[in-house]
């Protein structure tokens, strides 16, 4: 191991992460600990040792009276640890908040500095590799961030195919066998299905798409009336004319 990889790793026990705290997924009992229920940035993912920067000082005081918190509330939610914590962030005299205050700063200058070692000690495939696995990433929150308001707002969900309807049909063979296994006798069964059992499951999924297109373009116009055409596909609907309009013509 390097010695800038042991500094790293050094600064990273000390300082911690601000955002294990924000998300809730911690277990409150140190930095380091609570950083392991993170999701791992591109850095991490890349078996890279990228400083972390340290808590603030309101930050660091949720993580000492944390212990104290959950002996007498366990089971609070983050929500409420928070509110909790504000209280009490309020209630600490000056004194101490100014030498937490000097004690982030002396922290944070430690942080610049292990940072700037640790950029410079980058090679020119490893900052390229960091931008890729980013927008990754980016790409990957935004269609989680979409599914999430997809299902919120009640989006109908496409239906399933005639194959996986067969599959849910015979979903009662299934216990207490290996998934790959099961998945591979499936599909075997699947292809020697006469084309008349295929039929009825091809009939059924056709059945469930007609349904599900009309179903979606009915929630497309409830989503343009609200504003948030933004949800809708990049093809637009056509809209219906008014009667009087269409006898005109």
């Known amino acids: 191991m390097s010695s ?15 955002k294990c705290i924000l998300t809730g997924r911690t277990n409150w009992l140190t930095p380091v600990q609570a950083c392991n229920y993170t999701r791992k940035s591109a850095e991490e993912k890349l078996g890279l040792e990228k400083p972390k920067r340290p808590l603030t000082p309101f930050f660091k005081f949720m993580t000492q009276m944390r212990p104290a918190l959950l002996a007498k509330n366990p089971g609070i939610s983050s929500k409420e640890a928070i509110s909790w914590t504000s209280k009490h962030w309020q209630q600490l005299d000056l004194e101490t908040k100014n030498q937490m205050a000097k004690e982030y700063e002396k922290d944070l200058e430690d942080y610049k500095k292990i940072k700037a070692m640790y950029e410079s000690s980058l090679t020119d495939k490893q900052k390229e590799d960091i931008k890729r696995l980013k927008e990754e990433m980016a790409v990957a929150r935004e269609k989680r961030k979409l599914k999430a308001e997809y299902k919120e707002l009640g989006r109908p969900k496409k239906p399933m195919s005639s194959y996986f309807l067969y599959i849910q049909s015979r979903k009662d063979s299934f216990k207490g066998k290996d998934i790959k296994q ?20 091809d009939k059924q999924a056709t059945e469930l798409m007609a349904k599900y297109k009309k179903d979606l373009e009915a929630w497309e116009v409830k ?4 504003g948030r055409a933004d949800l809708v596909r990049s093809k637009p609907l056509r809209e219906k004319k008014p009667k009087a309009e269409a006898k005109k013509q």
């Open 182 to 201: 099961y998945q591979e006798e499936a599909k075997k069964d699947w292809l020697k299905l006469s084309d008349a059992d295929k039929a009825k499951f």
């Open 4 to 18: 800038f990889t042991q500094i790293c790793r050094l600064s990273n026990f000390f300082v911690g992460n601000y």
């Open 223 to 226: 989503m343009i009336s609200m």
